[in-house]
């Protein structure tokens, strides 16, 4: 891939977007960082490569500048000499290096272009990782709050119909049991015959009276007859 391609696809690179739509963002935030620190590992290198070859491309240029000028100096000097033989070498070689002095040009001006992409590529890619890890960290408390007031809607929220159901036949099978103990316990009770007499013919228990005297009068009126 060229570098001038690189450097759109990074520049026009829209990482909060892609998070925003996102399935998983927390997971595709961990995706991104991880792409960018790989990319930013390369970019960092190429960026520093890049730079060299500026240096490189302008002390060339310069090299070439430097000998064109003295060449035009020796011209000078032959020519004030009376020497125009040398004066026309000096020439004709300070113009040969005049071509060459173009494509030096060009080839630094490229590498000063390139350089400076690469510089920005680099900036951006810092400031996107840098960012995504500031978001990281914030998403993260947003998703650990989101879970934690989740559960506390669990908790608060009114049974549904099946939970309301199954509570329903919970609190059933509760006071079978208890009605089925308490039966348990009467038929365990031994029974007291005894007692049960001695209240029969306890002090105050005797029938009532009347009852006694309409008992009397009907034996009497079976005996007359």
């Known amino acids: 891939m060229s570098i001038i391609r690189r450097f759109r696809d990074v520049m026009a690179s829209n990482f909060n977007a892609l998070l925003d739509k996102a399935e998983n963002p927390e ?12 990319d930013y590992g390369k970019v960092k290198a190429e960026t520093a490569a890049i730079m060299a070859e500026e240096q490189r491309a302008k002390r060339v240029l310069d090299e070439c500048i430097e000998e064109m000028e003295k060449l035009q100096r020796f011209a000078i000097k032959a020519l004030e000499q009376n020497n125009e033989s040398d004066a026309r070498k000096f020439l ?14 060009s080839s630094y001006e490229l590498a000063v272009s390139n350089s400076q992409k690469m510089r920005e590529m680099h900036s951006k890619l810092q400031e996107d990782i840098k960012d995504l890890e500031s978001r990281k960290v914030m998403l993260k408390g947003k998703l650990s709050a989101a879970k934690a007031q989740e559960r506390m809607n669990n908790m608060s929220s009114p049974m549904d119909g099946s939970s309301r159901s199954t509570f329903d036949r919970m609190e059933e099978k509760v006071n079978k049991a208890l009605d089925t103990a308490n039966a348990m316990a009467e038929l365990n009770t031994p029974k007291d015959e005894i007692g049960d007499l ?17 008992l009397e009068a009907l034996k009497k009126s079976l005996k007359d007859k």
């Open 198 to 214: 001695m209240a029969k013919y306890s002090e105050g228990s005797s029938t009532d009276p009347s009852i006694d005297d309409e």
């Open 27 to 38: 997971k595709m935030l961990d995706q991104c960082l991880r792409d960018l620190r790989s």
């Open 92 to 105: 004709e070689r300070r113009s040969q290096l005049s071509l060459k002095e173009a494509d030096l040009k």
